[in-house]
């Protein structure tokens, strides 16, 4: 059992603030993953043609290249979305 789904210790709630930082953790952990699982499918779409045993030269820093423009590409977002507040 994680810290997120084990009872209470002593039968008390957590408190709201507590709550809310697990939610956001959990929240942010979700973003990653699915971050990552979008960049690895698409990068891959793009970026290798003919799949094999391993990645060519050409492959090897699309993939590269793909992976870096989307990190740049969410950052550029990010600090648009939030400056706009």
């Known amino acids: 059992m994680d ?12 408190s709201p603030e507590v709550l809310m930082e697990q939610v ?4 942010a952990q979700a973003y990653a993953e699915e971050f990552i699982e ?5 990068c ?6 003919k799949p094999g045993s391993s ?8 993939i590269s290249r793909c992976f870096d423009r989307y990190i740049e590409a ?4 990010s600090r648009s979305l939030f400056t706009q507040r």
């Not at 810290?3 to 957590?14: C, L, Q």
């Not at 979008?38 to 698409?42: F, Q």
């Not at 891959?44 to 043609?49: A, E, H, L, P, S």
């Open 3 to 14: 810290s997120y789904s084990s009872p209470p210790v002593g039968g008390a709630s957590p």
């Open 24 to 27: 956001k953790t959990q929240l």
């Open 38 to 42: 979008t960049v690895r499918v698409k």
């Open 44 to 49: 891959f779409d793009k970026c290798i043609t």
């Open 55 to 62: 990645l060519g030269g050409s492959e090897s820093s699309c």
């Open 74 to 77: 969410t950052g550029i977002i």
